[in-house]
């Protein structure tokens, strides 16, 4: 077997570093979870890459498994339809976050 392929086509699994399991999906790691202001469920996420409005998303984290699509994001109270790595946006979610959980775009 060649570990330096990787088979896109077959069925997987990711081992988190905290242990927990994703079967089957395909995520992309787009960001974390920097603040969660929980009086009005919105986290505050710093991205690694690109996030538009409309994409699947996960958060997960060790107390936390979240799936949601992005319904609007906002950077210094201004709404946007996308935002690229490096930008800080506000986003309302649809459960408790906490904070260093990592936001996944999901296909």
Not at 41 to 60: C, F, H, P, Q, R
Not at 74 to 81: A, D, L
């Amino acid at each position: 077997m060649d570990c330096g392929k990787l088979y896109l086509d077959k069925p997987f699994i990711i081992m988190q570093s905290d242990g927990g399991l994703i079967l089957g999906e395909r995520l992309q790691e787009v960001g974390k979870v920097l603040h969660f202001f929980g009086r009005i469920n919105v986290a505050v996420i710093e991205l690694t890459d690109t996030i538009s409005v409309g994409d699947k998303i996960a958060i997960k984290g060790p107390g936390t498994d979240i799936e949601q699509a992005v319904e609007s994001m906002e950077i210094e109270h201004v709404k946007v339809k996308q935002a690229t790595a490096g930008q800080s946006i506000g986003m309302k979610v649809k459960g408790y976050v906490r904070e260093n959980d990592t936001v996944y775009k999901t296909n």
